[in-house]
């Protein structure tokens, strides 16, 4: 017969065995909730990411993330713009049904449901440090420090929570970076996971370097790209565009060529830019360009010899930027390893879009051609996560995946109205059998900067159809397969009927399913 104190040491150990379970479990949970740290630049197109594309330059702290964690190869966005993008990001949903369509007509609706807000009643701690340009001030976060607009790359203004602005000395790049990471040490609740959003000015417009790389890749000669000189037949509305290199790059603004009696759109802007120096850094800046000027204005290069030159200070001044963000992220990274944080946080790094570097003869975005349409997309996955992918991904993914995707890993509940999918079974190295075959676009920012024609479409595994409108109305096919540089428009050509009716019923399922009345806006 057991004795009583024996049935209360079994009853005890049982109690203690299960306080360990209970415990265990606890722990487990808690370890699951996962940090999140989202990089995002802009303007960073894959052809500027070695992991991607190493013909031009080498990016090794980008690539870091890539070779530790996974790397999407077929990773796009809804519309390739900056303030659009961002807000299908923070919504995840495509632009009509977030409500900010374009840079020039609209305000993001703060009130609206966000994925910070629902990470933060999730229990996490949400930042954001660097650039938010949506007009309105950010909402969802318990932290946030933000530039003016696109934000200046010298001695740049800050808004604060106060809404104070406040210039501070240095190279933005470097600044946010240092922002990020005081945040990380001095301002997060350690009691709580984080969602911390690091957002860069660069790769943006005006391409300003930091004063130690202005020599940086001045003995490099770029490839020009195959399709530099596109006579854009069978395509009007790629010849009524205004970002040609060529035709449409500023020689003060965009190449640096100075000349004080000289009258270009943007001079007074690009004055401004590297007006923010002081009389130090500006001397720095004025000694190495100046030689660069002289020799210009005094060859005078004109026509196709204009025009290499111009693309080849375009991608010097890109790569120099580049440089400056990629030793950042490893900064960053490094921080991050030194504390301990891999082991329990998910690296996010992507762009806002994708850019033209030379491709096409142009700079810029917008078009649903691959080069802005796709975006570089990286995770490094926590050490601590026990099932997870490794390498490439090739599914087709999209900007407005990231809201469910970091609800997902957060054990937070996704709202039916969100219109992307989680990436979570993807990271875990599942191969889900029902993955999207096709992803929609809208681009509506016209008459405005570049004049690119407001258009949407379909983009699959192998075809893209894509329909200008408004003050147009004109198709585009192409065969991805066999045409991935978009030269050769097949709507309309014998022998494509079947895949042109098939692609257009594909795109109507599209619009109805994420409910774009397409037909209200040809309407307008």
Known sequence: MTSKSTVNLICLTSLGISQLILTSCGEAQKEERFNIVYIMTDDHTAQMMSCYDNRYVETPNLDRIANDGVKF?????????????????????????????????????????????????????????????????????????????????????????????????????????????????NQKDNDKPFCLFVHHKACHRDWLPELKYLSLYEDKTFPLPDNFYDDYEGRPAAAAQEMSIFKDMDIMYDTKMYNPQGATPLKSTYEAFVGR???????????????????????????????????????????????????????????????????????????????????????????????????????????????????????????????????DLAGAEIPSDIQGVSL?????????????KSLYYHFYEYPAEHMVKRHYGVRTERYKLIHFYNDIDVWELYDLQEDPKEMNNLFGKEGYEDITNELKKELKRLQVQYNDKIEDKLQN
């Open 73 to 185: 190869v077929n990773s796009f966005v809804a519309n390739s713009l900056s303030g659009p993008s961002r807000a299908c990001m923070l919504t995840g949903k495509h632009s009509h049904a977030n409500g900010f369509y374009d840079n020039t007509n609209c305000v993001f609706d703060g009130s609206q449901q966000t994925m910070p807000k629902l990470l933060q009643k999730a229990g996490y701690q949400t930042a954001i440090i660097g650039k938010w340009h949506l007009e309105s001030l950010p909402t969802g976060f318990d932290y946030w420090e933000i530039v003016p607009g696109q934000g200046d790359y010298y001695n740049p203004r800050f808004i604060k929570m106060n809404n104070d602005t406040i210039k501070e000395k240095g190279y933005l790049t470097n600044l946010i970076t240092e922002k990020s990471i005081n945040w990380l040490e």
């Open 277 to 407: 120096l002081d009389e130090t850094d500006r001397k720095v800046y004025n000694d190495f360009y100046q030689p660069i000027i002289d020799e210009f204005y005094k060859k005078n290069p004109q026509g196709k010899e204009l025009a290499e030159w111009k693309y080849q200070r375009y991608m010097r001044d890109y790569a120099k930027v580049l440089k400056s963000l990629d030793d950042n992220v490893g900064v960053l990274l490094d921080y991050l390893e030194q504390q301990g944080l891999l082991k329990n946080t998910l690296v996010v790094y992507t762009s806002d879009q994708g850019f033209y570097m030379g491709e096409h003869g142009w700079f810029d975005k917008r078009f649903m051609y691959e080069e802005s349409m796709r975006t570089p997309l990286v995770m490094r996955l926590p050490d601590n996560m026990k099932q997870k992918a490794k390498g490439e991904i090739s599914k087709m993914v999209q900007n407005i995946d990231y809201a469910p995707t970091f609800l």
């Open 424 to 436: 979570l079974p993807l990271l875990k190295g599942e191969k889900p059998l029902d993955w999207r």
